[in-house]
């Protein structure tokens, strides 16, 4: 049978037997809504909580939005607020990057749509900025209970209103990525980041676990727990109004407004409905995060196989479809992530001991995973240098490897699994 895969900006079609399909795991297709800014609006206007143009009356207002790596309705999500806080003091927005590329082209286009946005609304009183993690003029606000220093944008602070703009999906160690995490890291500093980043080693650390999730049961994530207390600390005695949406292939499937807490409680419901999944492990899985901009870099791919590695078994093998078109990494993390995985893997692993450099998280767990399968194999625009230097293999013809795989067992079950950085994967 044909099975098309995402990649890039395109697809790869691939013919699977169905004797060896194991089946395709990717997002459930619930019913998108017909008009997107119809139902922004209509969860604006019947928030959890006060009203945004309430809150904004006379007040000063931090808007965060997401960057570019994000593929939410960018323009949508600022069009829907921007009219809700005319009669704010001032508006802020800030594009929260976190340890992201800053200038990045695309980022560049969110500044001049959010422009045009306030402009066309005649916003009084606004300006707009992109996140540097290295700037030097950060504001220390202290340190959480676990010892996280929080270095934040000195723009993002002192604000009456804090409004952010939340893509939702599952997040292979924050539990989900969702309104905490466009203050931490969103808007803080590269010691902040590290250092909260650091807890990505620990068990609890992982997806499905959050402390907003309405099962009280999932709430034991350290990391996600100290994203949450930088965001309040950030926030300071100032309001957070959450804005937020969970969406596929660039169609709305669900929206939230107000109280950060309950807000985000409704999209991991959500979430937990349509991107969670149990599955019986296989032998042989293919990997796709889900096209640009989930697969833009390996730095960004990753986040796929980490979602998905419950999904294959001791010594088995994945096929990782990954485009790569801005490369291995963004710069300040090809360090710690790209080049410490280049180390035979036990060294890799025995390095990630005593002071935690951001981004090894990535690399430790890269290194566990390709120490737990006996092969991935990478179709990517990567050179073959650059693929087999962090022990993967790279590939010129997906379906030459499927058909590999069943001349070497007529038997095989092969599972495909595609929008990987959308998706979280449990074990029966």
């Not at 807000?263 to 990997?287: H, M, N, Y």
């Not at 050179?383 to 590939?395: L, P």
Request: proline share 6%; aromatic share 6%; hydrophobic share 40%.
């Amino acid at each position: 049978m044909e099975v098309s895969v995402s990649y890039g900006d395109d697809k790869v079609d691939l013919n699977i037997p169905e004797s060896n399909f194991a089946g395709i795991i990717k997002p459930k297709q619930l019913e998108p809504k017909s008009d997107l800014l119809g139902e922004l609006k209509r969860v604006l206007d019947n928030p959890q909580g006060p009203t945004l143009t309430e809150l904004a009356k006379s007040k000063s207002v931090c808007v965060l939005v997401e960057d570019h790596t994000r593929d939410e309705p960018h323009l949508e999500l600022v069009s829907s607020i921007v009219p809700r806080l005319k009669r704010a003091s001032r508006v802020q927005f800030i594009v929260t990057t976190g340890s992201h590329e800053v200038n990045h082209p695309d980022n560049l286009e969110i500044v001049n749509m959010i422009q045009k946005v306030a402009e066309g609304s005649k916003l009084p009183n606004f300006d707009v900025i992109i996140h540097d993690c290295s700037a030097e003029d950060l504001i220390n606000l202290g340190k959480t209970s676990r010892g996280t220093p929080v270095w934040v944008n000195s723009a993002a602070v002192g604000h009456d209103v804090y409004v952010s703009l939340s893509d939702m999906k599952a997040h292979y160690f924050a539990g989900y990525s969702n309104v905490v995490k466009n203050f931490l890291p969103g808007v803080c500093g590269f010691d902040t980041i590290e250092g909260n980043h650091s807890m990505a080693l620990h068990p609890q650390s992982t997806f499905g676990v959050h402390p907003y999730h309405p099962d009280e049961k999932r709430r034991e994530n350290p990391l996600a727990d100290d994203m949450r207390e930088g965001m309040e600390m950030i926030a300071g005695k100032g309001t957070v109004f959450l804005l937020a949406v969970v969406t596929d292939g660039g169609k709305l499937i669900w929206a939230g407004a107000g109280k950060p807490e309950p807000v985000t409680a409704g999209g991991i419901k959500i979430l937990d409905e349509s991107s969670s999944f149990t599955v019986t492990p296989q032998t042989r899985i293919i990997v796709s995060p889900g096209g640009y901009p989930q697969d833009k870099s390996l730095y960004h791919a990753q986040r796929a196989i980490e979602l998905t590695k419950n999904a294959v078994l001791d010594y088995g093998e994945i096929l990782f479809l990954a485009q790569c078109k801005d490369g291995v990494a963004p710069q300040p993390a090809i360090e710690n992530f790209y080049n410490k995985l280049t180390l035979p893997l036990v060294d890799v692993i025995a390095s990630i001991g005593g002071k935690y450099h951001l981004y090894e998280h990535k690399a430790f767990k890269f290194a566990e995973l390709l120490m737990k399968v006996s092969r991935i194999k990478m179709y990517t625009d990567l050179d073959s240098e650059t693929v087999e230097g962090v022990h993967m293999e790279k590939v010129s013809d997906p379906q030459a490897v499927v058909d590999e795989w069943i001349a070497e067992d007529p038997t095989v079950k092969i599972l495909v699994l595609d929008k990987g950085n959308k998706i979280a994967v449990y074990t029966e």
